[in-house]
């Protein structure tokens, strides 16, 4: 129920869910003694745990998203290996979290810790690693650092260009970063080039009406002023 009202946008009853989930989850793993039930309780626990972070900082409680993550972080490292897609995936989150907070030092520790995990896990040429360089693109675009962002996003997109049929979204998004960072840099050639070929691919997949389909058209409109 609680990822339900997750997926339906009712964060509020959301958080309720998942914090009742990990109450009685805090209750059976204190009760239970077979260690498979116990490992089934832990990867549940990080899950919600992951979830109620997520849900936390969608509504701004940072400090309550930054506690969820972490206390997920030590479970997952205990339970699992660090090559684990969950503890990979935490890693992420935290970069995220801390850039959204202004913290930008423990936000790209995290994010490179995450990337060098993930290059061991997938290797070089697969999508999911392209996903945590696209992170990376668009971090080192919040901050500034222009140089870094394109490097980062242009691997990604060519990784992307391997498999387009199965990552389209992801090959859109790539593409309208690299477009979003070369409006900011004033390179309005590639920035056209890289919006049209994103709204392109965003017109085969999504609906007119889609708030991705509409940023990047708000994002030519920018162009175009």
Sequence with gaps: ???????????SNA???????????????????DTCKITTYQ???????????????????????EQCYL???????????KHHPNYVNLLCNLGG?????????DSEGFYLKALEIQKSIVG?????YAMFLNHLGTFY???????KSESYLLQALDIYKLDLRNSKVDHACCLHNLGALYLGIDDYMKAEKYLLESLNIKK??????????????NSLGSLYL
């Design 71 to 81: 206390k997920a972080l030590d479970i997952c490292e205990a339970i699992f290996t």
């Design 141 to 147: 675009y919040k901050i500034g650092n222009y140089i």
């Design 204 to 217: 085969e997949i999504l609906e007119h009406t889609h708030l991705d389909y509409a940023y990047t058209l």
């Design 1 to 11: 129920i609680a990822y339900v009202n997750y997926s339906a946008g009712d964060y």
């Design 124 to 128: 070089t040429m697969h999508p999911d």
């Design 43 to 65: 990867t549940e626990y990080v899950l919600s745990l992951s979830y109620l972070g997520i849900l936390y900082s969608a509504t701004c409680e940072f400090r309550g998203a």
């Design 15 to 33: 958080i309720d869910g998942y914090e009742c989930q990990i109450n009685l989850l805090d209750i059976l793993l204190t009760e239970q003694i």
């Design 97 to 105: 979290l801390y850039s959204d907070i202004g913290n930008y030092k």
